[in-house]
Structures are given as C-alpha cells and as structure tokens.
DNA sequence: ATAATTTAGTTAACATATTAATTAGTTTGC
DNA sequence: GCAAACTAATTAATATGTTAACTAAATTAT
C-alpha cells in the first residue's frame, strides 16, 4: 500500500464519499432554505435538548466560531434560544425553538427517502460494516 | 437502524472519521505553510504531470471557484504554471513547478509517519476494507 | 455558415473552516 | 483571599465551500 498515492488516499476518500451521500441531501436543504451545518446544528439540538454550546459544537462537528455565528443566524430566524446559564456565566445554553422543530420535522422525511435509496443501493450490512469502520476511526483519536 | 439519528448518521460519521485523520496531518502541513486543500492540488499535479482545471479538481476534489483562487495563491509563490491551451482557448493547463514539487517532497515523509501509525492502530486489513467500502459509496453517484 | 447550445473557467455573494487572539467568568494553588 | 491558571465563548483574519451568474470559446444543429 502506497499511503500518499492518492487513489489510496484515506482523506480524500472520505471526502469523496462525503460529497456523494450528501449532495442529493443539500439539494433539499437548499430548498429549505438551510445549510447542512444549520441543519446539523438544529438536529443534534432537537434531538438532545438543551445543550450548552460546548456539547452542541461537539456533537454537531462544527468549531465553536462557526458555532458562533450559525446560532446568530439561527437566532435570528427564530429557530432557537439562547440563554445564561445560571450556575456559570461563561456558558451559554440552547434550545430549539417551534419553528426549528417543524422544520427538522418537515425536512426529516424527505432526507429519510434519499437515506433510504442509498440504503438499498449500496446494501444495509455494508452500510452498516462502513459506520463501524468510521467509529472505530473516531476512536483512534 | 434509523438513519436520521445523529449517532448513525452516515454523513457525520465520514466527517468525524475525517477530523481524526486530518486533525494531524494539518498540524505537519501548518508548519509548511500550506493548507490541505492546496497541498491536495499541489499533490494531484505532482503525480499527474500537466492536466487541466477541471481535471485537476475534480481529482483534488475541489470545486472550480474554489480551484481558481488556490492556483491564484499557488502561482504567486511560484509553486506551479498556468498556461492557455493551444488547441482549446477556453482550457486552462497547469504544471507543477520546482518549488511545489520540493513542498511535495519534504512534507510527504512526515506525512507518511502519520499514515504509518494510523495503519498501524487501525490495522491494514481494516483500513484497505473501509477504503474499498468508501470507494463503492462514491460508485453509488 | 451561423444561431443555439454546450463547455471551461472566472467572478460574485454569502456561509463555513481554521487558527490565533481576546474577553469574561471560574477554579486552583499557595 | 488573591494571583495564576484554566475554561467558555466570541472576535479577527485568511482560506475554502457552495450556488448562481457571467464571459469566452467550442460544438452542434439546421
């Protein structure tokens, strides 16, 4: 194995493979009139609840001066709170707002077909071999 | 398995799995002053001789406008040549130069030291399965 | 041949990535 | 109890991602 060919590259290959599950995905975020990383942000949120931005930049996977400036925007469009903690004044605690949820709500299924076609090209138990693969990467960390 | 659920979801695995393996090899590139993406281009022309824009970055996996301000950057500090198509007035052709080609070469050992531990971590069989399996997703397009 | 279409590349506008520096609040050490 | 060290979040500066619009050159169709 040549590791700096970069036919063989591991990087570029997750790249790649990033790019082809989630174009067809942006296409209807974009009619949504969301980013993906917005999109993220907001699920992780619906998903977990209140969150301080620390834990919400964590699970979402975006560095925290993106973080910054998509809870801004996010902010401005209603979608969710910010708020002081009480206990530690450096934090700042978020939650999803109504509108933020019907959103999630509305855009989940129409993601979910695109999931599901992938699901049936490329196999379930492969699917499911490559997301173990990819946790196990994380876990080298 | 429900594929809307962050913890299974394939597009923030590929981007987890690409933090932990880039997050290292940013670190040997700062040094060298250059970010992935250009020593991706950088890379790809190295390997590849002369080849065009688009050629260029659809193997870099870099959109074009993204493309035409990285070989901006790139020409002013000498590292590669741009020049016009004789046969095709609207193609662009681009060859590395011989201070990219030594960029190539002196950030390329250290990078494989960190491949090398990777691989040796995540084991060789592991890691040619996941690129394989990476590879048939971006099949799936 | 020439108008219509297609293609390669660039520019524009906005959003995010990345690192570093900064600010404010909290904890630790002595 | 207070200075030092640390932590959470923001701001700053530069580079890239993403889509759309645009320009110029080449192809195609009639």
Not at 1 to 20: F, G, S, V
Not at 69 to 89: P, S
Not at 97 to 117: C, F, K, M, N, R
Not at 118 to 134: F, H, I, V
Request: proline fraction near 4%.
């Amino acid at each position: 194995m040549q590791p700096t060919k970069t036919d063989r590259a591991l990087p570029l290959a997750l790249l790649r493979a990033r790019e082809t599950v989630m174009s067809p995905i942006r296409r209807v975020l974009k009619n949504h009139d969301v980013t993906d990383q917005q999109w993220r942000v907001l699920r992780v949120l619906h998903e977990n609840g209140v969150m301080d931005a620390k834990e919400l930049a964590k699970s979402a996977c975006v560095l925290a001066p993106s973080l910054t400036r998509i809870i801004k925007h996010l902010e401005q469009k209603n979608m969710l709170t910010r708020c002081a903690d009480g206990k530690d004044g450096r934090r700042v605690l978020l939650a999803i707002l109504p509108s933020g949820a019907a959103l999630i709500e509305s855009v989940t299924p129409e993601v979910q077909v695109i999931y599901q076609g992938l699901n049936d090209k490329y196999g379930a138990q492969k699917m499911s071999d490559l997301l173990d693969l990819l946790h196990d990467v994380v876990e080298l960390r």
